[in-house]
């Protein structure tokens, strides 16, 4: 209650005490006030909100993601000059109608659970394979950890497929590659997934 003081004055003068206890006369207020329980609405709120993370929104798998971060040709010739040459490793690549691209995209595991050596297929490892052209060079270009840095590292496969590193990806974590492709004419991008790894797809 708050605290009075008449001072001789008609009408005392009242100050109003503000501190915790407050707040939990208002709260158990509310709760004489209507016929549900403020408190209890709260934490039904609360904990329901929970159980739709868990089991709508939270992913309790591992996923493996590829996303393509940049895809910038390295020559852009736009005229058609006959004197003019490009050579790659001795090889006309202007004349043969070939392009040389960097393509950098970033390997992560999006999902709620890791990623195990475990759980790569030995017989169907996750590869990126060119549905035209062909590798000249693939490199690690980042990590989020010192783990990934030593171990995953590209490994091709002939000319055309690149596989990806079976290694340990916790959730959250990632490594990026980057390539040097030759290649013809295209519209979009020149890659196709295949490969298996358990719980994701």
Request: glycine share 6%; aromatic share 8%; charged share 15%.
């Amino acid at each position: 209650p708050p605290t009075c003081i008449t001072l001789g004055l008609t009408n005392p003068i009242c100050i109003a005490k503000t501190n915790s206890m407050s707040i939990i006369s208002n709260i158990a207020a509310l709760d004489r006030k209507f016929a549900w329980s403020f408190l209890g609405f709260v934490l039904a709120v609360f904990f329901g909100g929970i159980t739709i993370y868990n089991e709508f929104i939270k992913n309790p798998n591992p996923s493996l993601s590829v996303q393509i971060l940049s895809d910038t040709n390295v020559l852009d010739v736009r005229e058609n000059v006959p004197e003019l040459k490009i050579l790659y490793d001795d090889v006309d690549i202007k004349s043969l109608s070939q392009t040389l691209s960097v393509v950098v995209f970033k390997v992560q595991n999006l999902g709620g659970a890791p990623l195990l050596n475990s759980y790569y297929e030995e017989k169907a490892v996750p590869t990126l394979t060119l549905t035209s052209g062909k590798f000249i060079k693939v490199e690690q270009v980042g990590t989020t950890n010192d783990y990934l840095t030593t171990s995953a590292q590209p490994v091709l496969v002939g000319q055309s497929s690149l596989q990806l590193p079976k290694v340990i990806l916790e959730p959250g974590e990632s490594y990026t590659l980057k390539a040097l492709l030759l290649h013809g004419p295209r519209s979009g991008l020149p890659f196709k997934a295949t490969g298996k790894v358990a719980g994701t797809k």
